[in-house]
């Protein structure tokens, strides 16, 4: 799959099969996490591979905007560092994993920003960093539709030199 064909398709899923992932899958989007850039090659990030069908369970029951992690074959915990671009590192590095994992047929999404705290002592996530997300991957459990995005038209976020200026074709020279 090309880059620009995932990013095309990939769609948020809130329903998986639960059933384990391959574990050359898991390895590969745990390593696109890791090898993702960072700010001054800093990587403030760790990310906490869990697997167990209780411990799957037991944070679906902690996460308020999340429980399908009840569901899935893998969550991935990113704690992060407290550095000025901690936040924007470790989404990139989430949205490595994301388009990586949905390269091999695994869909995924994204739960967190807050009310993570019991996830954070459960997964004895040190006081020091702070748990930003939890990722759940897995086979999706309905037909996603991938592909069909309801997103705002090109012309309306899209400016070419300054807001408000359309992006038009260039002329050609």
């Not at 899923?13 to 384990?20: A, G, I, L, N, V």
């Not at 920003?113 to 040190?126: K, S, T």
Request: proline share 6%; aromatic share 10%; charged share 25%.
């Amino acid at each position: 799959m090309r880059v620009f064909e995932a990013v095309q398709t990939v769609l948020a899923t809130r329903s998986y099969r639960p059933e384990p992932l391959p574990e050359e899958s898991v390895r590969k989007i745990l390593e696109a996490g890791r090898l993702t850039g960072s700010s001054m090659n800093k990587q403030p990030w760790h990310f906490i591979a869990v697997e167990d069908r209780e411990d799957l369970q037991r944070i679906g029951e902690m996460a308020g905007t999340g429980p399908y992690i009840t569901e899935a074959g893998l969550a991935v915990a990113v704690a992060i560092e407290d550095t000025q671009y901690s936040v924007s590192d470790a989404s990139r590095a989430i949205q490595s994993m994301i388009l990586t994992a949905w390269e091999d047929g695994i869909h995924s999404n994204w739960v967190g920003f807050f009310g993570l705290e019991d996830i954070q002592a459960y997964l004895e996530i040190p006081p020091e960093l702070d748990l930003l997300a939890v990722v759940p991957f897995g086979y999706s459990g309905r037909p996603s539709g991938e592909g069909k995005k309801d997103r705002k038209p090109f012309a309306q976020v899209v400016h070419r030199g300054r807001f408000g200026q359309p992006f038009q074709k260039k002329d050609s020279q």
